[in-house]
């Protein structure tokens, strides 16, 4: 009787263990990495290649521009030739100096090779 009793009591223990384990596993399981905040840009400069690698000058005069302006931006490389989007959500601009900062942006593009400005 007090074998089974002892048999019995650790098949419990051994049981109640396993699942505070699986509990654990569980609470494990949440995703840790932190949620991309995602950014809107005003506007967006799109360097692409023909081949032979962006628009070296241009993107330095580009990259001028808004460093001269003290803008905040993102860049992302998008190819294997070193082809490339800045982001500028303009948020230091506001009404008529951010319509002409695009414009600016926009000309200075134009005489680029594969270089293009967008806005949303």
């Not at 932190?34 to 330095?60: H, L, Q």
């Amino acid at each position: 009787m007090k074998q089974a009793i002892l048999v019995l009591s650790s098949i419990l223990i051994i049981g109640l263990g396993g699942c505070k384990h699986k509990q654990k596993t569980q609470e494990t399981k949440k995703d840790p990495t932190p949620k991309a905040v995602e950014v809107k840009c005003a506007a967006t400069v799109a360097f692409g290649s023909p081949g032979t690698g962006i628009d070296a000058k241009k993107y330095d005069e580009i990259k001028k521009m808004i460093e001269s302006k003290k803008l905040k931006y993102t860049e992302k490389q998008e190819g294997r030739e070193g082809e490339r989007k800045i982001c500028l959500p303009l948020t230091e601009l506001e009404g008529s100096d951010k319509a002409a900062f695009i414009e600016q942006l926009k000309k200075s593009a134009s005489s680029g090779q594969l270089v293009s400005v967008s806005t949303s």
